[in-house]
Structures are given as structure tokens and as C-alpha cells.
């Protein structure tokens, strides 16, 4: 299947309202939230860190991050390109009691409005496919990271083999119809490994490592 670029952004407030409602009553989704967070957390973030959450959409993953380190006294920013979406993060954090516990950006991962070495964790969760120069974002991603900074960037990959397509279909059909076509589009929008593995290379990322799952794919960068 032949790469089929999607646009970047929700920039439309109903679109975003839409989106985060749906996001955020769906069980599933919630549960991967929490477990990319787990696993930021299990891999390290010291008392007192910055993490970033690129893409961060409605927020939920970046809510997530900071509930499990609300103790550790570390800031939590959430970057996006869309003014809607960061205000529906911005009633999420609010509902979910964290308000002014996150902090929340409008910018550009291609050039993001941070700091050299300003991060010691960046996270990043189903925001890859949308990307339009991903080499770009994967140097600004090692430039906002501390030396011994980590990521983890997941995302869907592009399902080759006719199980994981099966399952896409089936898993489309339970999405309203009216966001149907986008996760379709999300997928043929994604990475294989390889594809992603040759922009990594070129990147400017050091010490990365690609997990793949069935129908995701995990760039995990350790200290």
C-alpha cells in the first residue's frame, strides 16, 4: 500500500469538541493513554523533569503523564499546531482536576518554540502520520532533549498484510461514521518500519530503537 499523506491539524472548534468528546468517552483509547504513560514512567523521569507531549491533540496523554508524576514535582507541556485543540486540553485538564499542573503551547513541531536541551522527556502519541517533513521533527526532538534525554513517539504503522488490514476494517466500523474515514486515512497516512527506519537514520536522533506491534509501531529513545 502506497503512502497516502493526511493534513495536520483540527483546526475547526467544532471539529475539536467533536473529537475530544468522542476521545475521551472511548474506553479503549483511554486505556492506551494510560499505558504510554506507564511506560514514560517506567523508563525514568526524575523529580523535578520536563516532559513535552509533541501533538498533543486534547491533551489526554499528557493529563495522563502528569497524573503519574503529579508527586515528582515535574512540568508537563503539551505542543500543538491547532488553537481548538489546545483549548478542549485546556478543559480536559480542567475536568481532570490538573489545571495548572499542565502547561499548554500553540507551535510547529517542525520548529518548536522551545529551548536547546529544555526537555528531559519527550512523548508523542498517534501525531506521526500527520507530520509533513518528519525528518525535520525527529531533529527538532533531539534538539529540545537534554544529551541523556528519552522519547517515545507510537503510531499507527501502514498494515501490509491482509490480518492487521481485516483488523483496521472491523475496528473502523465501531468509529462514528462521520470519523470513520479519518482512521482509515490515519493508516494510510502511517509508516512501515522500514520507511521509518531510513528517516531515522538520516535524523539527527541518536540511540533510537523501533518497537513493532501488530498494527503500531513504538521509537523509543533511552538515556
Known amino acids: ?56 491533540g486534547p491533551g489526554f496523554v499528557a493529563i495522563a503523564v502528569a497524573r503519574r508524576l503529579r508527586d515528582s514535582n515535574c ?36 520548529a518548536m518554540p522551545f529551548d536547546d536541551g529544555e526537555f528531559d522527556f519527550v512523548v508523542c502519541n498517534d501525531s506521526l502520520h500527520h507530520w509533513q517533513d518528519p525528518l525535520a521533527v525527529f531533529d ?11 522519547c517515545i513517539v507510537h503510531d499507527l504503522k501502514r498494515v501490509q498484510r491482509w490480518a492487521p488490514r481485516l483488523a483496521s476494517w472491523l475496528i473502523g466500523l465501531m468509529i462514528p461514521s462521520d470519523f470513520r474515514v479519518h482512521y482509515w486515512n490515519s493508516i494510510k497516512s502511517s509508516y512501515t518500519p522500514a520507511e521509518l527506519r531510513s528517516i531515522l537514520e538520516c535524523s539527527h536522533l541518536q540511540g533510537w530503537r523501533i518497537v513493532e506491534d501488530f498494527m503500531d509501531l513504538t521509537i523509543v529513545k533511552e538515556a
Open 1 to 56: 500500500m502506497e503512502r497516502i499523506p493526511e493534513s495536520e491539524a483540527i483546526d475547526a472548534m467544532e471539529d475539536a469538541r467533536r473529537f475530544s468528546e468522542w476521545m475521551g468517552k472511548n474506553r479503549h483509547r483511554q486505556d492506551e493513554y494510560w499505558q504510554l504513560a506507564r511506560e514514560v514512567v517506567k523508563l525514568g523521569v526524575p523529580p523535578g523533569s520536563k516532559v513535552l507531549d509533541v501533538g498533543t
Open 75 to 110: 512540568e508537563v507541556v503539551g505542543l500543538d499546531l491547532s488553537k481548538a485543540m489546545l483549548a478542549m486540553a485546556a478543559e480536559n485538564a480542567q475536568r481532570a482536576g490538573l489545571d495548572g499542573v499542565l502547561a499548554w503551547r500553540q507551535g510547529d513541531a517542525k
Open 140 to 150: 527538532e526532538i533531539a534538539r529540545v532533549l537534554k544529551d541523556d534525554g528519552q
